[in-house]
């Protein structure tokens, strides 16, 4: 049960990123109605990405020694809201009320730690399941062309919810692409759990993590924090090259339409966009990119033609906030358990 509850932990980070569907991949993994206290002493304490893990030794019913073990945020998402290595100390005793696993009875979401000093830490809010995130501060931008380049954040996914645009299309699924999205097991399949980033679409949505975009002669260089993965956007080329090694964030060729930049990739392996979004190595993504002088976000349009399991294309957006953050290194993990769990 600890090692399917390892490969959950990787991939929660996926499912944070999209807030339409979050209380549902969290709800996969975790009972969002009900709740779970445990009072014990600090065992070990993970503070990595793509999740932090904290251990609890406590003890059970009987009065035997048992070992919890809770997730917690990627380090990067705690970074940002002043938590360290230091965070919670070994040895030092504690108090959690958080989400219980489904599967394991000594699995936990961490929601608020009560410590031993009288001061608590909220990663989810017990009363609404809500994930916490650090508040933006935004820089100053100036319109034109160039008001795309700079860094930029999702931030608090559930205070931000409006900035997630519906995702249309989805209904116009094939019996072959029905077949793909049943049989696809998330917990094992998922690209998180490899430290890889998934998807553009996927990337574009991580909450917490910024996302730097600037030109470099003929190429618009877009660096996600997520996963460390830079895209570098080809502005002096017209077609994808044959023998380019397909990855999952693709290759991308782009061309500015006045303010806008439209980037079209392709040379992808079959996988999953997001969500529970299939496709095959025909599929390709075109995405808008502009600034929003009336919101002062940057606006991220996408379009996915998949032939074989869509008869229509689907659709769908996000908006990041301008920041003053600077970018972290993500440094992704995928061994924070020990080998034998």
Known sequence: MLALLKKLFFVLFAFYSFSSLAHHGFAVYFHPDRTITIEGIIAQYEFVNPHSVLYIESTDGAGDKVMYTCALQAKTQLVRRGADENLFVIGDPIKI??????????????????????ETF???????????????????????????????????????????????????????????VVNYDRAHENPTIQCDPGSPVRTWGAPGLLTSIRREDNKIIIHH???DWIRTIHLDIDEHPENFERNSMGHSIGR????????????????????????????????????????????????????????????GGQSLESTTDEFIPYGCTTDVLPADL
């Open 225 to 227: 924090e997520s996963m």
């Open 97 to 118: 009320v958080g989400f219980p696993a489904r599967r394991d009875p000594y699995g936990c979401e961490f929601g608020t730690g009560y410590f031993a000093n009288g």
């Open 256 to 315: 500015f339409e006045e303010n806008v930049l439209v980037i079209n990739t392709s040379k992808f392996p079959e996988g999953i966009l997001a969500y529970d979004i299939a496709h095959t190595d025909e599929m390709t993504l075109e995405e808008k990119i502009s600034f929003n002088p009336q919101t002062g976000n940057l606006d991220i349009y996408w379009a996915m033609n998949e032939p074989n399991y869509y008869l229509d294309p689907i659709s």
């Open 122 to 180: 909220t990663m989810r809010s017990v009363d609404e399941a809500q994930t916490q995130f650090a508040r933006n501060e935004r820089r100053v931008i100036n319109q034109g062309v160039d008001a795309i380049y700079g860094n930029w954040i999702r931030p608090d996914i559930y205070g931000a919810a409006g900035l997630t645009m519906p995702t249309i299309g989805k209904n116009s699924i094939t019996p072959e692409g029905e077949k793909i």
